[in-house]
Nanobody
Framework: QVQLVESGGGLVQAGGSLRLSCAAS????????MAWFRQAPGKQREFVAL???????NYADSVKGRFTISRDNAENTVYLQMNSLKPEDSAVYYC???????????WGQGTQVTVSS
């Protein structure tokens, strides 16, 4: 069983930066992938960024060039560096872990990001 705890959210002005952290209770070294999703009020949860166990990354078009996902296996932590934030980036951000075969998916409780214009 893996537990994920996000932190680092908050209120920031447009153009600012935040770094989100996702601390895992268990090892993420063998995770197939770690990802970030977000959900704005009244909208469906959407994919933001992903990093595979091999280190490959993938980003939603809306955040490419502004967000960077990284992981520290020794600290069992995944990060999302968010730069040039826009009001439309405001959402609850969730960490996701894809572990095992077949895949099992784990979610954190989310952290709120609010970008003011």
């Amino acid at each position: 069983q893996v537990q994920l705890v996000e932190s680092g959210g908050g209120l920031v002005q447009a153009g600012g930066s935040l770094r989100l952290s996702c601390a895992a209770s268990g090892s993420i070294f063998s995770a197939n992938a770690m990802a970030w999703f977000r959900q704005a009020p009244g909208k469906q949860r959407e994919f933001v960024a992903l990093m595979t166990s091999a280190g490959s990354t993938n980003y939603a078009d809306s955040v490419k060039g502004r967000f960077t996902i990284s992981r520290d296996n020794a600290e069992n932590t995944v990060y999302l560096q968010m730069n040039s934030l826009k009001p439309e980036d405001s959402a609850v951000y969730y960490c996701n872990a894809d572990i095992g075969a077949p895949s099992r998916y784990y979610w954190g409780q989310g952290t709120q990001v609010t970008v003011s214009s």
